[in-house]
């Protein structure tokens, strides 16, 4: 009887708090690929254990508003043309980190859902390049819809189904997609300069058909506008050429798994950046003697011999 008489209090009270309601929000979900890989790595591996820890903090961190700043928007033309105000989320964006995956979500009408897509595409962009650096790869994906995202951590709504499901479906590679519920309320077709936002500089279509960003796109959009050192950018690439690499040489039992960073190899090597900054990622053995199995040692190779 106590016990019931509990519940009913509490839903009493709950009844006669604020409304909830669901509200229309850009929502992206995002997890870490190979988690569990990595977890069962860092039991033996102290090293492992410190840079997951980090890395789970790192995203922890942007549960804080602040952490989503215009400071990569406000690099392009085109947004300060709208003005750079338009494009703020700080005081309508949600974000819930849990395990491995994280959660964004942005209050959104129909005037300012490009400007919203902008600010989020660019961080989670700067975000991704952080994270290739330091070994840890992600994927996932963008919708838009109905969506309950509170402080305390409690979410639930279409848009976050959407976002998951599509995530899981497709996402598949190191990369971002966007579902084509949200396409279809994005600014496409452009047919001139004025007509476009930040986010056309990062979003593209893939081979398989989806449309998105991947964890590389950072670094080639704004690589003169921030790396006025072009040491510190040859220093970000190489950390992530190096990501590959390793990648690529550790998954001999994880065909999955190499398959991914096969794919971000080519992506790497098709990015437009100078060859001095980011010196291309061999084949394995490609052009030289021998039948060896890793790539770090053709890589090894034509370092020696630049």
């Known amino acids: 009887m106590l016990v019931v008489g509990s519940l009913k209090a509490i ?4 009844a006669n708090s604020k409304q909830i309601s669901y509200e229309n929000r850009v929502t992206a979900f995002i997890d870490i690929l190979g988690f569990k890989q990595l977890i069962k790595e860092s039991t033996s591996n102290i090293e492992k254990i410190e840079l997951l820890y980090k890395v789970l903090k790192f995203l922890k961190s942007f549960e804080r508003p602040s952490k989503w700043s215009t400071e990569i928007v406000s690099i392009e033309e085109n947004a300060q043309s709208k003005g750079i105000d338009n494009f ?11 395990s491995d995956s994280i959660v964004i979500s942005i ?8 400007e919203v897509t902008s600010t989020l595409i660019t961080n989670l962009s700067e975000v991704g390049s952080i994270l290739v650096q ?21 979410v639930l709504g279409q848009a976050l ?3 998951y499901t599509f995530e899981n479906s497709y996402a598949k590679y190191p990369r971002i997609i966007l579902t084509d519920k949200l396409i279809k309320q994005l600014n496409y077709p452009y047919k001139s300069k004025p007509e476009s936002y930040p986010y056309h500089l990062y979003v593209e279509r893939f081979e398989d058909g989806l449309v998105g960003f991947h964890q590389l796109k950072y670094f080639e959009v704004v690589q003169d506008a921030l790396f006025g050192n072009t040491n510190i950018l040859k220093n970000s690439i190489n950390r992530a050429k190096n990501t590959i690499i390793n990648g690529l040489d550790s998954s001999f039992d994880s065909p999955d798994v190499f398959l991914k960073y096969k794919w971000l190899k080519e ?3 098709n990015l437009y950046i100078d060859s001095k900054i980011k010196p291309k990622i061999h084949e394995l053995n490609e052009s030289i003697r021998g039948n060896n199995i890793h790539f770090s040692y053709t890589q090894d190779f034509y370092s020696k011999n630049d």
Not at 11 to 14: N, W
Not at 88 to 98: D, H, L, R
């Open 161 to 163: 189904i959407d976002a």
């Open 88 to 98: 703020k989320i700080e005081g309508s964006v949600q974000c819930t980190t849990f």
């Open 11 to 14: 839903l009493f009270k709950m």
């Open 134 to 154: 330091a070994n840890i790869l992600w994927r996932g994906a963008i919708s838009v819809g109905q969506l309950i995202h509170e402080k305390n951590g409690i």
């Open 107 to 114: 209050l959104v009408n129909d005037t300012n859902i490009n």
């Open 267 to 269: 992506i790497y090597n």
